[in-house]
């Protein structure tokens, strides 16, 4: 099981970025997936997670309607769109799953046990 992240660069504050998340190992047809982020002195933290099996999203509030995740299960492939991003959004990227967990919720309440490498995003002028 792997997850390989990318799409992460530097964007002007109000700008937007997708990140890609391209999965081997598994299908994107019942675990949930989820990306989280980890800025420079600070905790990792859920920005958004989906159930593959129904579709169903979980969003913090300090993302809702900024941050869309989506799949592409052609693709084996996991994104998370962001606009209107923020200098706070900053951080490193990660993709994440949980074989056997199914619900976005509790995928974005716990730490996964398989990671994506990181993408580094940056929000500057």
């Known amino acids: 099981v792997q997850l390989q992240a990318s799409g992460g660069g530097l964007v002007q504050p109000g700008g937007s970025l997708r990140l890609s998340c391209v999965a081997s190992?598994?299908?994107?047809?019942?675990?949930?997936v989820g990306w989280f982020r980890q800025a420079p002195g600070k905790e990792l933290e859920a920005v958004s997670c989906l159930s593959t099996n129904n579709d169903i999203t979980h969003y913090p509030d300090f993302v809702k309607g900024r941050f869309t995740i989506s799949t592409d299960k052609a693709k084996n492939t996991i994104y998370l769109q962001m606009n209107d991003l923020k200098p706070e959004d900053t951080a490193i990227y990660y993709c994440?799953?949980?074989?056997?967990?199914?619900?976005?919720?509790?995928?974005?309440?716990?730490?996964?046990?398989?990671w994506g490498q990181g993408t580094l995003v940056t929000v500057s002028s």
């Open positions: 190992g598994f299908t994107l047809d019942r675990p949930a």
């Open positions: 994440a799953t949980e074989l056997g967990l199914s619900s976005s919720y509790a995928l974005c309440h716990r730490r996964p046990r398989t």
